[in-house]
């Protein structure tokens, strides 16, 4: 595969996600794509760990500021380019808020669609995860999220039609969806036995 530049560097792209969100949530939840990106990308697109990390990461950069669907991602293309990131590093930004606006370019790119797939599923596996007894995704299994996942009042926010919809861009089932981003997410769980932590 090609190699991808995103043109700026993760530390570079932490503080972007910082001067633009003041909510921990929102910084937790870019860590927590880009943790789950670069699990990904080791088996799918080795060469290219740190670019989709820092997809992951700055995913959601201007959701706090602009949250709609008519600028997300769109204002976020301005912050991106005034801070030297790549057009490639943009556009796969973009992609995962093009169901919502046409001006956004569909996922194309393996990691493109994952980042559709896991976008909305890695909050809904936060959400399940702190109402357990243990709070941790370590013990969190497949079954527990497909109950999660048919309970429409729960985390009602996250669109289970985007991540049925991100199982089949990336030619998955979805339980094999479920089950790689629980294994996505034990690989940075803070409880895990031998964590590190995603770079800061």
Not at 103 to 123: I, S, W
Not at 159 to 186: P, Y
Request: charged share 30%; glycine share 6%; proline share 4%.
């Amino acid at each position: 595969m090609a190699t991808l530049e995103a043109g700026i560097g993760r530390d570079e792209a932490f503080a972007l996600l910082n001067q633009h969100n003041k909510d921990p949530f929102h910084i937790e939840h870019g860590q927590a794509v880009e943790g789950a990106l670069r699990y990904f990308a080791q088996e799918f697109d080795p060469e290219n760990v740190e670019f989709w990390g820092i997809v992951g990461l700055l995913h959601d950069l201007d959701w706090e500021e602009f949250p709609t669907p008519a600028d997300h991602t769109l204002r976020a293309a301005e912050m991106l380019r005034d801070a030297g990131a790549s057009e490639q590093l943009i556009r796969s930004i973009q992609t995962h808020n093009s169901d919502f606006n046409e001006a956004c370019p569909a996922p194309e790119l393996f990691m493109e669609k994952v980042l559709f797939a896991v976008d909305e599923l890695t909050g809904l596996i936060g959400a399940a995860v702190v109402m357990r007894p243990s709070k941790s995704v370590m013990d969190f299994e497949v079954k527990s999220l497909k109950k999660k996942f048919k309970d429409k009042r729960f985390a009602a926010g996250c669109s289970r039609d985007i991540i049925r919809k991100g199982a089949e861009l990336c030619g998955w089932e979805l339980d094999e969806l479920f089950d790689r981003t629980i294994q996505a997410m034990r690989s940075f769980a803070p409880d895990r036995d031998t964590f590190q932590p995603v770079a800061e």
